[in-house]
């Protein structure tokens, strides 16, 4: 609770009320996996594509999501203090550190982006607009892997309303279905809203 105080969670980009997400929800086609033959994070390339100067998509994120960042001249961070809402660890490490895609991009591709160009991967991939990046621990990150909500909830249940409603958002946005077990975990997740 004193690192939350001390680091407040950072506001992911279009944090929908429960009711939108609910709504986000409803729509979401439900459909089975696509197969993961064709997939590598080379179709995703550039993964971290540069945004402002000499900034890409991860230094930004961690400089959005960071307390005291301080950073070089080509705009990597060498120094700041972090907090993964995942697992409510505080990071003052960069080797702690990494930039979680809330929807990762092997569950992206079954979900439809196998057919997508690879633009719209890329913007897909370095999304700064939808609460598609975030800042976690490395530990987390490495749990979480290609799952989805079926098989993978961050560790800190408190967090598990806007886990949910970020995932929701990227889903109806990118017009990524959901699997049938999705779903009903989103919905679950959704519930602790009203107790967050």
Not at 166 to 185: D, F, Q, S
Request: charged content about 25%; proline content about 6%.
């Amino acid at each position: 609770m004193i690192i939350q105080l001390l680091l407040p969670l950072a506001v992911l980009p279009a944090d929908k009320p429960e009711p939108t997400a609910l709504r986000y929800l409803n729509d979401l086609v439900v459909a089975r996996p696509h197969s993961l033959r064709g997939y590598s994070h080379g179709r995703f390339l550039p993964r971290w594509a540069h945004h402002k100067g000499t900034c890409d998509s991860r230094e930004t994120v961690l400089a959005r999501d960071g307390h005291r960042v301080r950073r070089n001249k080509a705009c990597h961070p060498i120094r700041g203090i972090w907090y993964s809402p995942y697992d409510g660890k505080r990071l003052t490490r960069l080797s702690q550190v990494d930039v979680d895609h809330v929807v990762p991009l092997a569950n992206a591709w079954i979900s439809g982006a196998w057919k997508w160009s690879q633009a719209r991967r890329r913007a897909f991939a370095n999304d700064l607009t939808r609460p598609e990046l975030i800042t976690v621990s490395h530990s987390a990150n490495i749990a979480k892997g290609g799952k989805g909500p079926a098989s993978w909830r961050p560790q800190r249940r408190s967090y598990w309303c806007r886990y949910a409603k970020a995932w929701i958002a990227v889903k109806h946005h990118y017009r990524l279905h959901v699997t049938y077990r999705e779903k009903i975990a989103l919905a679950n997740m959704l519930r602790t809203c009203s107790r967050s």
